[in-house]
C-alpha cells in the first residue's frame, strides 16, 4: 500500500487556483436526461449490484445500447441516447466511446465505471418544489417549469424583465457551489462505484487501482481548465509520475475518499472566500460580468463569462441579438430566460444550452457535440469543420420525446416526473414552411464560403419551396405587366408597402430592422 498522504489543509489549497477542485460542467449541465427510470430513490443500493450484473456480462467491462436497454428496463431508444450522451460528456479524449465515429458508438460501448457514475448523478436534480410568485400572469406565455432548473424555473422571461434586477438570483458561482455540495454528500458512495475489494479480503477493504481512479474524472477535475491533457490522476498525490510501464499500487478507498473531501471542502471555502470579497468591497474587472457589446439594449440584456469557459445569454426581451465567432468567450452557451425575441449565436461551440425560453426564436450556429442543424450563413461550413459535424447526417425529423411535463403545474418537478406528456416537436406542414434567412448585416466579417445550406431539403418541402417561388414569380410579373396608369401603380405599390409594414409590426419582426441594424 502507499503511504498516507499528508493531510491537505483548506487554507493552503484555496489560495491557488490551479489547484481548486471543481465539478466538471459537462455531466451536471449537458448530462442529465429526464429520463424517469434513470433516476433512483437510492442509487447507490441500485448500482452497485447493477454494475456487478453489467461486469459479469461483458468480457471486456463494456456495454452496448442493448444491454443497457435490458437491465434498465428504457426501450433502445433512449438506451442509445443513453451512449450517445455519455459519448458528449466524458472527460477523457483517448475514451474509445469519445472517439468513435458516429456509426461506431453502439459497436464501441461504454465502460461500465463510467455508466454507473452517469446514473448516480441522475439524481442530481430532485429538487424541492417552489411556487410561483404569479402564476396566473404567467401561464399565457410561459409553457412549462424547466426539468433542470430550480430557481430560474421559477420566474418566467417576463418576470424576470419585470424585476429588472438578478439581485437574489443564483448565479453560475452558486451552481457550482450546490454542485460541490451534492459530491461532498454522495462521495462516500460515488468512490464505492469505482472501487473494487481487495482479493481475498471482501468488500470491507475497497481500493482503486490507477485506471478506476480515473473514473473520477468524469465528474471533477482541477483547476479551471481541467487536466489539460493530463490525465485525472496525475493530478493526485496517489498516482503522480507514475511509471507507466510497472501497475501503480492500489489505494484504499477511504483514503481516497479522504483527500478528496478535503479538497471539496477548500474549493467550498475558496468559492466562500470569492463571494464575501464581492459582497463587501469594490468588484473588480476580473471578478465582474464580462459584458459584451449589446446590438439592441434592453433593461436585462446581457451576456456575460466565466472563468470556466462558458458565455451566457439571458433575459432578452422584445429585442433581436446576434453575436459572432469573436464575441463568444469559451467553448459552451447558455442561452436562458429570453422572451419574444430572436437571437443569433454564429459560432463553432462544443455545447449550447436553451432553457425558460419562450416565443424566441434561437439560431445556433455549428455545435459539434448536442445542437439540431436550422439554418445557413457564411462561414457555417468553416464552423461545422472546427467542431467536427458531418452533414451526411441528418435526424431533423427524428424528436425524441423525453419524460412528462404538466403545462399548467407550478411546481418544479424532478427531471422526468409529473402528470402530462410533455409535447412533443412536430414536423411543420409542407405548406406552411418558408425559407429562414439570417440577415446579413454583418456580411463584411465574414470569411468563410458556404454558399448554402450542406443539408438536403426533403422533398415534400422542396416541392413546396418550388411551388411558392412559382407563385411569387407569377405575381410579380403579373404586377409588372399590369395595365396601370402610373399614378395607379404608385398606389398600388404604396398599398403593398403599408401591408408590409403592417405584418412587420404585427410579426414583431420590425424590431430585427431596428435592434440589428447596428449604429
Excluded at 402530462?420 to 406552411?432: F, G, H, I, L, N
Aim: charged share 20%; hydrophobic share 35%; net charge negative.
Amino acid at each position: 500500500m502507499t503511504e498516507p498522504t499528508e493531510p491537505c489543509t483548506s487554507s493552503s489549497l484555496a489560495r491557488d487556483p490551479t489547484t481548486v477542485i471543481h465539478p466538471r460542467r459537462e455531466p451536471f449541465e449537458h448530462g442529465l436526461l429526464p429520463i424517469p427510470r434513470l433516476i433512483f430513490s437510492d442509487p447507490a443500493q441500485t448500482l452497485i449490484p447493477l454494475k456487478q450484473k453489467l461486469l459479469e456480462s461483458s468480457s471486456n467491462q463494456r456495454v452496448d445500447s442493448a444491454a443497457i436497454s435490458e437491465s434498465l428496463q428504457i426501450s433502445i431508444e433512449q438506451a442509445r441516447l443513453v451512449l450517445d450522451t455519455l459519448a458528449s460528456v466524458l472527460h477523457s479524449d483517448a475514451e474509445p466511446l469519445v472517439a468513435a465515429k458516429l456509426g461506431e458508438i453502439d459497436s464501441v460501448g461504454v465502460d461500465v465505471h463510467d455508466l454507473v457514475l452517469f446514473l448516480y448523478i441522475q439524481s442530481y436534480k430532485r429538487l424541492l418544489p417552489r411556487t410561483h410568485k404569479d402564476s396566473a400572469a404567467v401561464a399565457d406565455v410561459w409553457p412549462s417549469t424547466s426539468a433542470f432548473d430550480g430557481y430560474l424555473s421559477a420566474l418566467s422571461p417576463l418576470q424576470l424583465v419585470r424585476s429588472n434586477s438578478r439581485r437574489g438570483m443564483p448565479s453560475q458561482v452558486d451552481e457550482e457551489a450546490h454542485q460541490l455540495s451534492y459530491l461532498q454528500k454522495h462521495l462516500a458512495n460515488i468512490v464505492s462505484l469505482v472501487a473494487q475489494p481487495v482479493e481475498g479480503e471482501g468488500e470491507e477493504s475497497l481500493v482503486l487501482t490507477m485506471d478506476r481512479f480515473e473514473h473520477l474524472g468524469f465528474l471533477i477535475q482541477f483547476g479551471d481548465k481541467g487536466s489539460e491533457g493530463n490525465s485525472f490522476s496525475q493530478s493526485s498525490p496517489f498516482f503522480a509520475n507514475s511509471d507507466p510501464d510497472m501497475p501503480a499500487v492500489p489505494v484504499p478507498a477511504a483514503q481516497v475518499h479522504d483527500w478528496l473531501l478535503q479538497n471539496i471542502a477548500a474549493a467550498l471555502e475558496y468559492i466562500s472566500e470569492r463571494t464575501s470579497s464581492k459582497e463587501n468591497g469594490p468588484a473588480s474587472a476580473s471578478d465582474q460580468d464580462v459584458a459584451m457589446t449589446d446590438a439592441c439594449t434592453t433593461s436585462v440584456n446581457k451576456v456575460s463569462t466565466s472563468t470556466r469557459s462558458a458565455s451566457f445569454i439571458e433575459g432578452i426581451s422584445k429585442s433581436s441579438y446576434v453575436k459572432h465567432a469573436s464575441d463568444i468567450k469559451g467553448s459552451s452557451v447558455k442561452v436562458l430566460n429570453c422572451h419574444e425575441s430572436a437571437i443569433y449565436i454564429l459560432a463553432p461551440l462544443r455545447y449550447a444550452t436553451v432553457y425558460g425560453c419562450s416565443d424566441a426564436t434561437v439560431v445556433i450556429g455549428a455545435v459539434g457535440k448536442v445542437a439540431p442543424y436550422n439554418t445557413f450563413y457564411s462561414q457555417l461550413e468553416e464552423h461545422m469543420n472546427e467542431v467536427g459535424i458531418v452533414p451526411t447526417v441528418n435526424r431533423w425529423d427524428e424528436p425524441l420525446a423525453l419524460g412528462m411535463v404538466d403545462p399548467h403545474d407550478s411546481l418544479s418537478h424532478p427531471a422526468g416526473v409529473s402528470d402530462v406528456q410533455a409535447e412533443s416537436a412536430t414536423r411543420v406542414d409542407p405548406d406552411q414552411f418558408t425559407n429562414f434567412v439570417i440577415p446579413n448585416w454583418f456580411g463584411a466579417e465574414s470569411t468563410g464560403a458556404t454558399k448554402g445550406n450542406p443539408f438536403m431539403l426533403p422533398d415534400a418541402y422542396m416541392a413546396s419551396q418550388h411551388k411558392n417561388q412559382k407563385n411569387l414569380g407569377e405575381i410579380r410579373q403579373l404586377l409588372r405587366e399590369a395595365p396601370l396608369e402610373e399614378s395607379r401603380k404608385r398606389e398600388l405599390s404604396s398599398a403593398l408597402h403599408v401591408y408590409f409594414k403592417d405584418w412587420l409590426y404585427a410579426s414583431g419582426n420590425i424590431r430585427q430592422l431596428y435592434c440589428l441594424q447596428g449604429d
